[in-house]
């Protein structure tokens, strides 16, 4: 009997280290197996979420506007007129001052005329002068003094409106959005000029490495200094210029990154001869008949490796931000295909047609107001929207009238083209520095419209448009341009966001005619 009991004790030992066995290989499966689960979950976020970011941005739109200075549209910020007629703007409490134009620059400024306020029936301007050499020598040494002699438009029978400004009756949706998101009073050109160099520097930081080396008023040693239209696109006409080397495109697809640039009036509407017709056209708000798509101001077609250069579309609204025929090159209306199947790029770039892009002449800040306000508002609107940001920017100042001179991070010694601090120069430039990248350049408007921008904030840090380029490459961790690109030495544009508050910005819906706040 005892001897059974002992068998007894060992067999229920034995089943219960057997059992604990089990249960120890059974608890290692589920272990295992929860953690596989995790695993492909946290893949499937990742997925979902598109590639990983360094912020919670997983979408950046940059909305890419026609020659404006930082005084032309901000001058008196956030003070506005106000008279009876027009649409009113009054600030918020606490709103910060920007730097702007003073009572003593209004009164008595150094220039041949002081700045007279434009209000929404002279929304219609002529075109001022933006070149390279003549804006430099508006500056004057930084003393700023030379605007009417050196950048009028040749056009203009009034040379003193060259200093002229909008406020928040005219300008009124920029004046709102400053309001709900940040605004930048300390950017730049990155280097001066028109819009061509602008449009490089967004897109490379770059603006050497030209073909033809030498071109009059457009290439300089190799250097783009003013406009003429991209090699490989069927629409330019005239004398072209082709780029060498990389852009943010190249970065963007060999990460495997969803991208595009986004054009209006990018579809051909006809061929002719076999050559295909950009022909698609609107009517400003003079009644003017303005051509939708402007060849110089698609950066991308530039480059061999990021043209489209017969704008062929993509061959499915799936493939758009993709490589595919289209090689990241868009009609505008692309774009909207792609968020509307719930597959906005990572990172575009918005062109709007040319009677929308604020460029004066043949624009103007009312048709812009248009173009603006109805991309963000439907932008609002998306499942998105909780992890984008909006980038206003401009690519060049028309020659408007600013009255800060940024710092002067390059140095070019071209007796035919600089003249910033002397015929023939803008300082000294360091040895082995590419020539005729004189900046940075005239001070323009930045903002950045986001769940993640800090509010109703006025950043003074300074940056330039490749900033834009930078916040990209680290956003994305694509690393840099090199072959002394801008993107190394820009400011970050970083200090316009709020991530440690989980995105507090509420998004703002404005009426597109009078830029007023709407109820959605």
């Known amino acids: ?81 106000n008279p009876a007629g027009e649409p009113q703007f009054v600030a918020a409490p606490g709103t910060p001052s920007v730097n702007g134009l003073d009572s003593a620059l209004l009164t008595n400024n150094p220039n041949l005329a002081n700045p007279s306020r434009l209000d929404r029936s002279q929304a219609l301007t002529c075109d001022q002068d933006h070149r390279y050499t003549d804006e430099q020598k508006a500056f004057d040494h930084g003393l700023m003094d030379q605007f009417v002699q050196s950048v009028s438009g040749g056009s203009c029978p009034d040379k003193s409106i060259v200093m002229d400004y909008y406020d928040g009756n005219t300008v009124t949706a920029m004046w709102n959005y400053a309001q709900g998101f940040a605004l930048s009073d300390n950017s730049y050109g990155t280097t001066f000029g028109p819009s061509t160099p602008g449009a490089l520097n967004l897109i490379s930081g770059q603006t050497h490495g030209a073909t033809p080396a030498t071109l009059a008023g457009t290439v300089a040693n190799g250097t783009v200094i003013g406009d003429a239209d991209p090699t490989y696109d069927a629409c330019s006409h005239g004398t072209t210029i082709a780029l060498s080397g990389t852009n943010i495109g190249d970065l ?14 990018f579809a051909p509407t006809s061929t002719s001869g076999g050559q295909i017709v950009c022909g698609a056209t609107h009517q400003n708000i003079g009644g003017a008949t303005v051509t939708d798509y402007i060849p110089h101001h698609e950066p991308f077609q530039y480059y061999q490796s990021t043209a489209n250069p017969n704008h062929l579309p993509p061959s499915s609204v799936a493939m758009i931000g993709k490589n595919d025929q289209a090689n990241h090159q868009y009609d505008l209306t692309n774009f909207w ?119 109703n904030f006025v950043d003074h840090a300074v940056s330039d448009q490749s900033s834009i380029l930078r916040f990209i490459e680290d956003n994305w961790s694509l690393g840099r341009i090199g072959n002394q690109s801008f993107d190394a030495l820009a400011g970050s544009l ?16 404005l009426d597109p005619t009078t830029g007023e706040p709407t109820h959605a």
Not at 20 to 43: C, H, K
């Open 1 to 81: 009997m005892g001897l059974m009991r002992l068998q007894m004790k060992r067999l229920s030992r034995a089943r219960l280290s057997g059992l604990l066995g089990v249960a120890l290989v059974v608890i290692a499966v589920v272990a295992l197996g929860l953690s596989q689960i995790a695993s492909v979950s946290a893949g499937q976020r990742s997925l979902s979420g598109g590639p990983a970011t360094t912020t919670p941005i997983k979408h950046i739109v940059i909305i890419f506007q026609e020659n404006v200075s930082f005084d032309h549209y901000f001058a008196t910020y956030p003070y506005a007129l």
């Open 252 to 265: 963007l697809t060999a990460h495997n990154i969803t991208w595009g640039w986004f054009e209006g009036g």
């Open 337 to 455: 295909q792609a968020v509307d199947a719930g597959h906005m790029p990572s990172v575009s770039f918005l062109k709007a047609a040319a009677y929308q892009d604020g460029h004066a002449g043949y624009s103007d800040p009312l048709d812009e107001q248009h173009f603006v306000v109805n991309t963000i508002n439907r932008l609002e609107r998306t499942a998105d929207w909780k992890s984008t940001a909006v980038v206003i920017a401009y690519d060049d100042s028309d020659g408007w009238y600013d009255h800060v001179m940024g710092p002067i991070v390059s140095q070019s010694n071209d007796a035919t083209a600089d003249a910033l601090t002397d015929p023939g120069l803008c300082g000294t430039a360091k040895a082995g520095a590419y020539e005729d990248r004189c900046g940075y350049g005239p001070r323009l408007p930045l903002l950045v419209i986001s769940p993640y921008a800090k509010i």
């Open 494 to 509: 970083t200090t316009m966001f709020d991530f440690a508050h989980g995105g507090r910005a509420q998004p703002l819906y």
